[in-house]
């Protein structure tokens, strides 16, 4: 075939549970391999906080949202002659497949490339695979697939329970799980036959507790076949590979189990035809060696990332090059160098991969795992021996204090197996080092969970060296042997009654410090160029110092709410304007998913936890001895990797380590209350009034004075005590009783909550001059948290003198604060009789995660100005001024998204604390045509013509009565419950009343909203959380049936609006276009 | 499990870690083998006499030892270096764990050294002499070492070839085929798993000592001959390349890694150390013919002078990486070798078609039709 000269990417879209940063990754990787590659690549992804949508990575760039309609007209107007699906996740399979479906891939002569539309067809549809499978030999578990509940229940009699339950075209296995029963079998195959968009699901016969193994398989168009790595789950099958702990290579098998699987895998890729990368996941019998194949994807995935940041082998982009027409034996090993990408890594090193949870955020949600993915991220740690790799990965969560030391006083210890949480669930890890420290055997806990027992000696190792640390005088063999095992300098004081510093400095003095081992894809056979390393207590260092100038960018570790890609984006960017002023640039990060720990991103990348232990070992590796200046510290950025970089200022700052940009007294101020208000208050610029209190009659006493609602949040973090907002002295009783009782020392911070217009804007600042390059309007008002509203740039709605008071606040506030670099600052605006009041909610001396989206609609390449200006290029220097930056003539709005089809248990309903997991973006000349590009691609938009549920608190029905007018004006059914449908009756509109009582007969709003009468539901909440039972299944029932379901009147009034006024006509542009030219 | 020991190179590098194993010192060349699996298999490849094996795969021993993966009757190797042995295996087969194994065949092992930085020595520095000890100081084993012979001028075939032939009998599910062919190897250092695979093929598998000469080869009628892999020196084996020379032409040959090297010499073609070796389960290698990638399973220190080679030879295979030479022909006679393992143990099975290949040859060389029974 020929070499294309052209190609369209599809991106993956925003972040979900499921489909994360993996795919920006992906992506980036092959538009850079199209570029070496002399293709001119064409993107289109929805979600602007990627790296890949950034101009100058691929050579034309959409943010759109990722639909056949749009897609169709992004080809039409740029005749791509090649698609390449396999690298936006499911995402892109499934739009590839409809593109196919709508004809317009053959209208157009756009071929697919790497994977053919039929391969992913069979790799998809069940029942295809199957027969593929058995066609090859392969041998597959007992299944068939099934259109009906009624089929299920046939089909599972047949194959005997327990069975799976696998949607077909779902990610992350939504809507799956297993069935030990007929009543589990019913509710499992009604969840999945709704979530899969062609209805239909596998029935399974299971094999839950074999062994779990992966391979990452590719093959070129001349049919040579490599495997990049397998890799061993440590949770075995019946947990989704995305929730298991993963160990790369496999540990547990033997050469000639592995030569089976392998040879198994290449036969699978030749028969699919796949021309690029694929996953094959099997089950092992650990008694025999049966196998069964049980999933193939044939793209890029999640564990092909993984894999890539494992061995140093980029599989996307040798996959993109091979999908153009390369030969693995004409693509150099960007490794070694030396050698070609036809050969297989070698590692002389093991890696542990852990996944990360929303279970801190989201506290009421289910936590056991199963087949259905929760996490939302993971983090990745190398080492030489398993204890080391995994003990730094737990370090890498970022999950405060909590070690493999960490155990949940709930737990009934002792020697009883039975009263620890064994089923699989996120705790599990430390729930098996809670039972080995009773004396609970290692047999008994590998019959158990069957967990390898293999894993579980590592982990009784583990407890055997805690013991001897508690036991034994802390000598330097003893210490040597703990840092060999991975434990921390924190984990080794706790045990052996020392500081962490104590401990640290211990270690100095016998010389006993970390050294770095290079990645290298080949155990040190070649001299390999890779600047990739790890940390490990061996003998040889292999990273010498960075010669001149240079700094260390930390990154944001693992995708958790509240903490996404964004992070990334940005350090990735500060790495390259480090490059582009002269200096290296060092990259430290956890995570594996990510475009920042590819290795050719930075000078050099060290993969390791982000906490003081390991920022330290690498700052101290890096400083340089010279004779007349005596050791010089490399400075390191911590404006760019989220709260987890910010939080590393103090302490390196304490430990005599420099940082670059804004100081860490600045971040100390902005962060603590107290001297934030007063520093405020000098500046004559108002905030909402509050205090901190530690008692439940100083908090009435302020509420009463401030007046309610009030908002609380505690000032220490703690997994799902959040904010809220209170509406009166019983919720506020209800909430501090709570908030003391676990935690008595820290006091809890009470606002007035203003209701307001919400305004943020992001900045930078070089001491001399604050540059706002844009201010967003949030569409929902205050109290409903930004990183879940949606931002509309510029702000439409605000007057010449809200804008003024906005930027001048934020001039004032940046040179007073002396802010070198990012800030974002939030304010509220309130209505009052001179005018409107503006208000300062917060101000963060970081970058937020709204950078790369006002970046893209501003053109001001926000993060690259920032780190020029720490590195000292003044604004001025840069050709920048103080002040708002020019407005463009477009409407950009982020849109929020939501994975909580995923997370059972969850409620909903958007509030103070954050619970999306990613964002869009919608671009265009008008507010109308943005929005709804924004509502689409966020899977927000309802249809033109429909039904509606409305169950609107008392509190907010006047306000709900003109959405739900113009609702009905556009020819919405409506359905309301009992209270809501007598207000809609009282004005004389047509409504449906339905029952919110689940207990009192059918049909009942959870009923109608199963069985697809209504495609939207409005509901606000009551307040306080205890009432909230009916209103919580509503909104469960909206998640899990994946309708849009609008908590906030403000969004639902956006999204009438966008209904009313015809908005399905917009542009289809590319991103620069809409900043160049205006509209046509 | 805490005793000290010492891996000492000639070069005055000196790795300490614990002993485990036999308690016992070992001397020999110090080669790395890169492959993350089959430590079983590595100390079992009579390929490795001589040597003292270090696994760049820092965890060693995961699985046990089992019954169903040995390469030989014993090990081979002088002494295995590792990062970490696994004292707790876990595996349905395992019968004992490798310090047992190593333990009741007398052989040291060194673990808890820095593996990765022996190998960048070797690398750079080559591969070298060395002694593992836990009872002399650096500078006594340094000085031992210098006496000792030097693994090039010691003939190893000799030391691991069959002392009488045998007929290879399925080891473990017993069932007798039917016949097709007979094929006689020459036990140069061969690894059981040629057996298993050309046995499950249907060859009867006859065994002969590396010193049978070539009449004797030929009056057991073999329908095709088999010239094994083996450890040392190719320019060491005079005797074997001389029995191979009076095969030549008289029955299809297929050769494995020594034997590459002794059909190489047989036609005249010469040999030269590599610096560090090919040893290893994910080497690329091109078939010249159709330019097509195979992964391969590697152990081999010496190579042939593509350059020196004549009398109707030629290269059909090249290592991707380095470009020396991995397969011969012969462009009329039925003779083919490959330096790499088609038999992979450890390593990638994607060769075993090189197996078919030499049955198609016999059968288009024999013409036989016969049948057993």
Known sequence: ?1080 | MTKRAILVLEDGSVYEGYAFGAEANAHGEVVFNTSMMGYQEMLTDPSYAGQIVVPTYPLIGNYGINEQDFESNKIQVRGFVVREECYQPNHYLSTKTLHQYLAESGIPGISGVDTRAITRRLRSSGVMMGTITSDKTPQEALEQLKELPRYGETDFVKQVTTDAPYQWEPELHGETSESLCKIVVLDCGLKYSILRIMHGLGCTMQVVPATMSADEILSLKPDGILLSPGPGNPELLDYIVDTVKKLIGKKPIMGICMGNQLIARAFGAKTFKLKFGHRGANHPVRDLSDGRIHITAQNHGYATDPDSLNGGLEVTHINLNDGTVEGLRHKELPIFSIQYHSEASPGPLDNTYLFEKFLEMVREESKWIKVKQ
């Open chain 1, 1 to 1080: 075939m020929s070499k294309p000269s052209k190609v369209l990417i599809i991106g993956s879209g925003p972040i979900v549970i499921g489909q994360a940063a993996e795919f920006d990754y992906a992506g980036t990787q092959a538009c850079k391999a199209m570029r070496e590659e002399g293709v001119i690549s064409v993107l289109v992804n929805s979600n602007p906080a990627t790296i890949m949508t950034d101009e100058g990575i691929a050579d034309i760039v959409y943010i759109e949202p990722l639909t056949v309609e749009m897609v169709g007209r992004i080809i039409e107007r740029e005749r791509p002659d090649g698609l390449l699906p396999t690298l936006g996740g499911q995402t892109g399979l499934n739009l590839a497949v409809d593109l196919a479906d709508a004809g317009i891939l053959d209208k157009y002569n756009v071929r697919s490339l790497g994977t053919p539309i039929q391969t992913i067809r069979n790799a998809e549809d069940r029942e295809l695979f199957k027969q593929m499978l058995i066609s090859i030999g392969e041998p597959v578990p007992d299944s068939a697939t099934v259109n009906t509940l009624k089929q299920a229940r046939k089909v599972a009699k047949k194959i005997g329970l327990p069975v799976v339950i696998r949607p077909a075209y779902t990610l992350g296995g939504t809507g799956g799980g297993i069935a030990n029963n007929w009543k589990e079998l019913e509710r499992v195959v009604t969840i999945g036959l709704a979530t899969s968009p062609i209805h239909q699901v596998l029935i399974e016969q299971s094999v839950v507790g074999w062994k779990e193994i992966e391979y990452e398989v590719m093959r070129d168009g001349a049919d040579n076949c490599i495997t990049v790595c397998n890799m061993e789950n440590i949770d075995p099958m019946g947990v989704h590979t995305g929730d298991s702990i993963v160990v790369a290579p496999s540990q547990t098998m033997t050469n000639r189990e592995h030569q089976m699987l392998r040879t198994a895998s290449l036969k699978i890729i030749r028969a699919l035809g796949v021309e690029g990368g694929c996953n094959i996941q099997f089950a092992l019998d650990p008694n025999s060696n049966n196998y069964y194949v049980i999933e193939v994807n044939p793209r890029v995935s999640r564990s092909s990332a993984l894999a890539s940041k494992a061995t140093g082998y980029p599989i996307a982009r040798v996959a993109a090059k091979i999908a153009v027409g390369k030969r693995l034996d004409e693509i150099p090993n960007a490794v070694t160098k030396k050698t070609m990408a036809a050969f297989e890594p070698a590692l002389d090193y093991l890696v542990v991969k852990i996944p990360r949870w929303p279970f801190d955020k989201f506290a009421s949600g289910d936590r056991v795992i199963g087949t259905q993915m929760k996490a939302t991220g993971e983090v990745m740690a190398i080492d030489r021996c398993f204890e080391a790799a995994l003990q730094k990965a737990i370090r890498s969560l970022e999950f405060g204090k909590r070690s493999l030391l960490w155990e949940d006083r709930k737990w009934e210890m002792g020697t009883n197996i039975n009263s620890y949480p064994l089923e699989p669930n996120d705790l599990r890890l430390w729930a098996i080092m809670a039972a080995l420290r009773r004396g609970v055997t290692t047999e008994e806990l590998a019959e158990r969970t069957k967990i390898d027992l293999w894993f579980i000696n590592k982990l009784q190792n583990i407890v055997g060296m805690e013991k001897q640390l508690l036991s034994q005088p802390l000598t330097p063999e003893l210490l040597w042997q703990a840092k060999r095992l991975g434990f921390s300098d924190e984990q080794i004081g706790t045990l052996a009654d020392r500081l962490p510093e104590q401990v640290r400095q211990l270690r100095h003095n016998w010389n006993i410090r970390p050294v770095y081992k290079m990645v290298d894809t080949c155990a040190a056979e070649f001299d390999a160029a890779t600047p990739y390393f790890y940390s490990t207590y061996e003998e040889e260092n292999e990273a010498e110092s960075l010669q001149g100038d240079k700094a260390v960018v930390i990154g944001s570790g693992p995708i958790r709410i509240g903490q996404g890609i964004e992070f990334d984006y940005c350090s990735v960017h500060s790495a390259w304007a480090l490059q582009e002023s002269g200096f290296k640039s060092i990259m430290v990060n956890s995570n594996p998913e990510t475009v920042s720990t590819d290795f050719d991103t930075s000078d050099r990348l060290y993969f390791e936890a982000l906490d003081e232990e390991s920022l330290r070992d690498i700052l101290e590796n890096e400083s340089e001895e010279t004779e007349s200046w005596g050791n010089i510290p490399t400075p390191s950025i911590v404006q760019f990797g989220g709260q987890t970089a910010i939080n590393l200022a103090e302490p390196l700052s304490r430990s005599g380590m420099p940082l670059l940009g804004s100081s860490a007294e600045v971040i100390d101020l902005a962060e603590d209350r107290r001297r934030f208000e007063n520093f405020l208050n000098q500046l004559g610029i108002p905030q909402p009034p509050g205090a901190g209190v530690t008692s439940v009659d100083e908090a009435l006493g302020i509420a009463k004075l401030i007046g309610y609602p009030v908002l609380v949040r505690p000032s220490y973090v703690l997994g799902g005590r959040a904010m809220e907002i209170v509406h009166d002295a019983s919720e506020l009783i209800r909430y501090m009783s709570l908030a003391i009782e676990l935690d008595t020392k820290h006091p809890v911070l009470i606002d007035k909550y203003l209701e307001g217009k919400e305004v943020e804007v992001d900045a930078i600042g070089d001491g001399e001059r604050v540059l706002i390059p844009g201010i967003m309007e949030h569409i929902e008002r205050a109290g409903v948290h930004s990183g879940d509203s949606m931002a509309v740039y510029p702000g439409v709605n605000l007057t010449e003198p809200e804008i003024e008071t906005i930027v001048n606040y934020a001039i004032r506030i940046g040179l007073e604060l002396k802010i070198k670099g990012l800030m974002n600052i939030q304010f509220v605006i309130m209505p009052s009789s001179q005018g409107s009041l503006v208000y300062v909610l917060e101000v963060n001396p970081r970058a937020s995660r709204t950078i790369p989206f006002i970046s893209k609609v501003t053109g001001v390449p926000m993060v690259n100005v920032a780190t020029k200006v720490m590195l000292g290029k003044s604004l001025k220097e840069q050709g920048y001024d103080t002040g708002l930056w020019k407005r463009q003539n477009l409407v950009g709005i982020k849109a929020p998204v939501f994975s909580m089809s995923k997370l059972l248990g969850v409620d909903t309903y958007l509030g103070p604390e954050m619970k999306s997991t990613g964002e869009v973006m919608g671009i265009d000349y008008t507010f109308d045509a943005a929005l709804a590009k924004a509502l689409l691609a966020a899977g927000l938009m309802l249809l033109p013509q429909g039904a509606i549920l409305f169950s609107v608190a008392d509190r907010n029905k006047p306000e709900a009565l003109p959405i739900i007018r113009k609702f009905s004006s556009v020819g919405y059914k409506l359905y309301a419950t009992e209270g809501t449908a007598a207000m809609i009756e009282a004005v004389g509109l047509p409504v449906k009343m339905i029952s919110k009582k689940l207990s009192e007969g059918h049909p009942n709003v959870v009923d109608i909203i199963n069985d697809g009468t209504v495609n939207g539901v409005v509901n606000t909440v009551t307040g306080g959380r205890i009432p909230l039972r009916d209103g919580f299944q509503i909104r469960r029932a909206a998640a899990e049936k994946r309708i849009p379901c609008f908590t906030s009147l403000d969004t639902a009034r956006a999204v009438a609006e966008a209904l009313a006024n015809g908005s399905q006509i917009y542009s289809a542009q590319p991103l620069p276009d809409y900043r160049r030219k205006g509209p046509t």
